[in-house]
């Protein structure tokens, strides 16, 4: 009896998103990327990603949790065009009855263009900072943030006539959403993993007029 066996995925093949998503689904404990048609295999994930992931994570939900028509994903694959498909760490999405533009096709993959895309940067930095803010910015995403966990920097870009301009925190070192009325990030309290810190600057924020404006639209 012939054993079809899957190659692993190598970092900087060459590969088509179709060949891309044939051996990636043979890696289960793998996290990989597909960028203009190249594979980059993740490093193993060590703390000071997983910590930033984990706050940033709980932060999204409870604001999708408390604010009707907003979704939000973790690790999500994401479906941009036949030579690029990213995994983000986190996506926050208006749902389609809300005018969102992504969306989760037959395959379970994100497409479209998400609302806000969220990464966290170790080894990943280059990448995130650069190709793929490209990418996000090409693909529409309107809101893009990178937590530099090494150096504790926040980056923040929203979308204006088709390209990014900076979306920096505030003099109190709050970073405030565009695009989501009372999504508040406390930079400070992400760098000291204060978690209730975090969410106590998050339920001010869902507690805010514009947020109640929001929910009733």
Known sequence: MRVVTTEPLREGEALTRDEFERRYAAMPD?????????????????????????????????YAARTPGV???????????????????????????????????????????????????????????????ALYQRAGVQEYLVWEAEAQQLHGWALHEGRYRPLMPDAEGVWRSQVF????????????????????????????PEHAVFCAG
Do not use: C
């Open 30 to 62: 793998a996290r990989a990327e597909l960028i203009e048609g190249i594979v980059h295999v993740a490093s193993p994930t060590k703390d000071l990603h997983a910590a930033a992931h984990n706050a940033l994570s709980g932060w999204a939900m409870v």
């Open 71 to 133: 979704l939000s994903r973790d690790n999500l694959s994401y479906r941009l065009d036949e030579r690029n498909e990213l995994q983000p760490d986190l996506v926050l999405m208006l749902s389609p009855a809300r005018g969102g533009r992504a969306r989760i096709d037959a395959d379970g993959f994100l497409v479209g263009a998400p609302e806000l895309v969220v990464e966290v940067a170790v080894a990943s930095a280059e990448r995130d900072l650069g190709a793929k803010r």
């Open 181 to 208: 009325p009372g999504l508040w990030l406390d930079v400070s309290a992400l760098a000291r993993q204060d978690l209730a810190a975090l969410l106590a600057r998050l339920e001010a924020g869902l507690r805010s």
